[in-house]
Structure formats: structure tokens, C-alpha cells
Nanobody, 130 residues
Framework: QVQLVESGGGSVQAGGSLKFSCVGS?????????MGWFRQTPGKEREGVAG?????ETRYVASVEGRFTISRDSTKMYLQMDSLKPEDSAMYYC???????????????????????????WGQGTQVTV
């Protein structure tokens, strides 16, 4: 059973920075997964913020382009958030899915990374307050 755990949330002033990390328990081959960061505020849908596929291709939602950077090493995925704004306040979640799952569904990373229903594994979330 794959479990994802986020860390690095907190409170920061507008203009400040935070860095999240996401680690998987139950497996270590995080580089084999397509992964993403999502965020959610009360009463709103969970939205995709950034995604990274197994080849390292990245995508960002327009509102964070140039301010957020998604990356990973062999064991963790990260989200570096700079120039934070009050509207970035939310619960942030990491998510993962095996690329083969998307292949079997006939979908690809570029078209699917923002769709929460296409991910198989989720973390519990970490709060950011700006």
C-alpha cells in the first residue's frame, strides 16, 4: 500500500517562501511515478498547482507560473514556493500515479496532470497560510 506524506507547511508573510517535500512509504521508486501538487480551500474544488512526470517534464497552473518550482530526487518530490501571496493560502496535497495507469486509460501527462480523479495516491495535506 502506497502512502504519501507531505511536510514543510506553515505560516509566512506575503512575499515569503516555503518549500514542501513529499515522500512515499511502501515504495521508494518515486521517479517512476507521475506526481503532482494540489491545493484546496474550504468550499472549493481541489485544484492542480504543479505536476511532474516520470521523464521530468513539468507543468504549472498559470497563477503560480514563475513563482513555484516542482522537482524531485530519487526519494522525494518538492514544491518550492516563492513570492507567496495571500491567495496561495490553502491545504496542499501531493499526489502520485503510475504512468502505466494513464497509458492504459489512454491519457497523457500534458492533458491530465491537473485532474485530481486521475491520481491513485494522496497525502494527508499540509496547510499554508500567507
Amino acid at each position: 500500500q502506497v502512502q504519501l506524506v507531505e511536510s514543510g507547511g506553515g505560516s509566512v508573510q506575503a512575499g515569503g517562501s516555503l518549500k514542501f517535500s513529499c515522500v512515499g512509504s511502501g515504495y521508494t521508486y518515486i521517479l517512476e511515478k507521475c506526481m503532482g501538487w494540489f491545493r484546496q480551500t474550504p468550499g472549493k474544488e481541489r485544484e492542480g498547482v504543479a505536476g511532474i512526470d516520470s521523464d521530468g517534464e513539468t507543468r504549472y497552473v498559470a497563477s503560480v507560473e514563475g513563482r513555484f518550482t516542482i522537482s524531485r530526487d530519487s526519494t522525494k518530490m518538492y514544491l518550492q514556493m516563492d513570492s507567496l501571496k495571500p491567495e496561495d493560502s490553502a491545504m496542499y496535497y501531493c499526489a502520485a500515479v503510475e504512468p502505466m495507469t494513464w497509458t492504459l486509460r489512454g491519457i497523457d501527462f500534458a492533458g491530465s496532470w491537473r485532474r485530481k480523479e486521475e491520481y491513485s495516491y494522496w497525502g494527508q495535506g499540509t496547510q499554508v497560510t500567507v
